[in-house]
């Protein structure tokens, strides 16, 4: 029987904590599952699972030393651990005193880590494997050789997207995800690619910021092509809107939502692809200055269509996304007729 161990640092980590239960315990319902977290004991076994250490602790030295011995205790145990947090000294601990590397889930998504020399250090020192949601993370990582996965959005499951709706006025979703590094040209392209698809179809239009980009950037760029900048009248949802005659594109750094509730998936960043691909999305591939070729994409869909319909039909449902994903994290279009029709447009324009 397999056995884990799931260490939560806080709140944000114990739902985390919870939702990979349940997950596991669908892939193996006879795994044994314990938990512990450092900030909130007891808030698992009040749920009823099996926690250690599950009394309340006030932070004394007396409440260290009875976590440390409790790591000490299970030091002989063949189980699993995997660390669901963002504090490497917590981190640290567990490992020194329970004898086990662990497998480090950050949640990149909740507060972000930018590793340091000592981040780095401690990485090394007690972690088997890291799985990430910061593709930035993992690139990082991966670049000091330090086993890293970018595993999707582990928070997608817990977030309830009917607490963050859009007011689309039910028009389909257009979500176009710029990436970070190539910010300036990326939403260049959006605000004449959402001109050109507004020509054609009525749409509601997301720009989702990456974290760590200003609006005053998405200002100066939208300024130097025509639109105005409104304040938002939506909260915190909606950052503000960028409008050019009857185009409204909102704003949001709310990434996960505009993702959940997108219908078409837009962007030059692969790994959004192929996440997108695998909400079962339509994912559209962008290249910059290719605005013909990405509305072919968007209302061409008919071979796309008929390409996954027979993906499905060989490997089944799930097996076609994985493929698909696949095919777009490489840039591979193996759709014949949809190749052709790339290949007219070019020719026309």
Known sequence: MRCY????????????????????????????????SFRNPGVFAERGFA????????????????????????????ERRIFIGQNLVFLA?????????????????????LPSFWHLFLIRRFVRTVLSDDASLVE?????????????????????????????GKKPVFSFFPRKESFREDVEFCLDLSERIAEKSSLYFLLALPRGTSLGAVKEIASARGWTFWESLEGEIIEGYLVKGRVYLNLTRFSSE??????????????????????????VPVRSGKIEETLALLFHSVSLFEYNQAMGAQYGKRGALERIASFLLWGIVEDPSLSHQLRLLQKRG
Not at 11 to 30: P, S, Y
Not at 95 to 113: D, E, M, Q, R, S
Not at 150 to 168: E, K, P, R
Not at 258 to 283: C, M, P
Request: with cysteine; proline share 2%.
């Open 258 to 283: 505009a993702l959940a509730q997108a219908e078409y998936v837009a962007s030059a960043d692969q790994v959004v692809l192929v996440t997108a691909a695998g909400l079962e999305k339509t994912a």
């Open 5 to 36: 161990l799931l260490i939560a640092e806080g709140k944000h980590e114990e739902e985390v904590a919870l939702e990979l239960r349940r997950k596991m315990k669908g892939l193996c319902a006879k795994s044994k599952i314990v938990f512990f």
């Open 93 to 113: 601990l567990a490992v020194l005193f329970g004898g086990k590397k662990v497998t480090f889930i950050p949640l990149a998504g909740v507060h972000p880590l």
């Open 140 to 168: 990082i990582l991966r670049r000091q050789n330090i086993p890293a996965y970018f595993v999707g959005n582990i928070l997608a499951d817990l977030l309830h997207t009917a607490d963050f709706s859009f007011y689309h």
């Open 51 to 78: 926690e250690i250490l599950g009394s309340r602790r006030r932070g004394t030295l007396k409440d260290w030393i009875s976590i440390c011995r409790a790591f000490w205790r299970r030091r002989s145990l063949r």
